[in-house]
């Protein structure tokens, strides 16, 4: 592995900016930072292939798409919790699965298409049978007050756009639009030959899709910068709801939560606001979390923590794997019910 220098952090630096969504990206990037296009090209290509940078793509805001999400919360029995993980993630929209230390011990992440037939909540009830689960909360998000990606970039409620219906060629166009961006010359000419998309359509729509507000970005995926923080916790909370928003907010604030989400309680289960905190080891995630609690003046507290990791992936959004799941559940669905 080669290490970075000061073109190189230029470089990643205005990768993670944005992309110009332009015929020629890297001859663009290039004339912003004193670089030819091929030497734009090829530091980029270096920095992927040590590892700095994942992956070239659009960041699409899921909810403006129409998509819908939601964590699950599962209690599997212990000796057959692999096969449940197996189960589970086996549907296409699953980006996350850990087994945590609790007794809801199976804990994933959801996301179902807008196209689909089957919906969010069958779905979870689905794979809560297929799982072989005792028990399965789903844990939709009520209100959001911090989400910070791997790269640095923070969300909160108000920066997520409105869900505008997308026409059959603008999904065509996300499809391709989420695969890594080429490292060529003119990289959506090379992205749209896959295609039955024109490399000027593809464009168009991605400038339409950005100005909607459901491309957040187009930009590079990167390695996170916070140099050896290894361990993270989901530090739950009861705080009462007419004061949600003040707990949220005095929580999200502190730098190492990372999320930070209201959620729906249970009769067994009366933790209503998750944060997720990062850190060097186990012991000191445990400490941020009791620094929180004092802090914020809340006691009633659990610090869950990932001891396996089934699944974690990025988000692939309109997928025909998704609908080929739905198709075979539905067949199951019709033989049931006949």
């Known amino acids: 592995m080669q290490e970075m220098d000061q073109r190189d952090r230029e470089l990643l630096n205005a990768l993670q900016g944005e992309i110009p969504l332009v015929s020629t990206p890297y001859a663009f990037l290039g004339q912003t930072l004193d670089m030819s296009e091929k030497e734009v090209i090829k530091r980029t290509e270096r920095l992927k292939r040590d590892g700095f940078v994942k992956q070239l793509a659009a960041l699409f805001d899921p909810r403006a798409l129409g998509y819908r999400s939601c964590l699950v919360a599962a209690r599997v029995a212990p000796a057959r919790i692999e096969e449940a993980a197996a189960a589970i993630n086996a549907h296409p929209g699953v980006t996350q699965n850990y087994r945590r230390n609790n007794d809801l011990n199976l804990w994933f992440t959801l996301f179902v298409s807008p196209m689909s037939k089957i919906g969010l909540e069958k779905t979870i009830d689905i794979l809560g049978r297929?799982?072989?689960?005792?028990?399965?909360?789903?844990?939709?998000?009520?209100?959001?007050?911090?989400?910070?990606?791997?790269?640095?970039?923070?969300?909160?409620?108000?920066?997520?756009?409105?869900?505008?219906?997308?026409?059959?060629?603008?999904?065509?166009?996300?499809?391709?639009?989420?695969?890594?961006?080429?490292?060529?010359?003119?990289?959506?000419?090379?992205?749209?030959?896959?295609?039955?998309?024109?490399?000027?359509?593809?464009?168009?729509?991605?400038?339409?899709?950005?100005?909607?507000?459901?491309?957040?970005?187009f930009t590079a995926a990167v390695a996170s910068r916070k140099a050896g923080f290894v361990a993270s916790a989901m530090g739950v909370w009861v705080v009462p709801p007419n004061a949600a928003d003040e707990f949220g907010a005095r929580l999200a604030k502190h730098r190492a939560v990372s999320h930070c989400f209201l959620r729906p309680v249970y009769d067994d289960w009366p933790y209503n606001l998750y944060t997720t905190v990062h850190a060097r080891s186990v012991d000191e995630c445990e400490s941020v979390i009791q620094d929180l609690a004092i802090d914020s003046g809340l006691s009633q507290k659990q610090a869950l923590f990932p001891t396996k990791e089934y699944k974690k992936v990025r988000a692939t959004f309109f997928s025909p794997e998704e609908e080929e799941w739905e198709e075979s559940h539905d067949v199951e669905r019709a033989v049931a019910a006949g």
């Open 130 to 217: 297929e799982s072989d689960s005792e028990v399965v909360r789903a844990l939709p998000t009520l209100k959001l007050y911090k989400s910070t990606s791997a790269d640095g970039e923070t969300t909160t409620e108000a920066q997520h756009s409105e869900y505008t219906p997308l026409t059959p060629a603008e999904i065509d166009c996300i499809r391709l639009l989420q695969c890594d961006l080429p490292l060529a010359p003119r990289p959506f000419e090379v992205l749209a030959r896959t295609s039955a998309v024109a490399a000027d359509d593809l464009l168009a729509t991605a400038r339409t899709l950005r100005k909607r507000g459901q491309i957040r970005r």
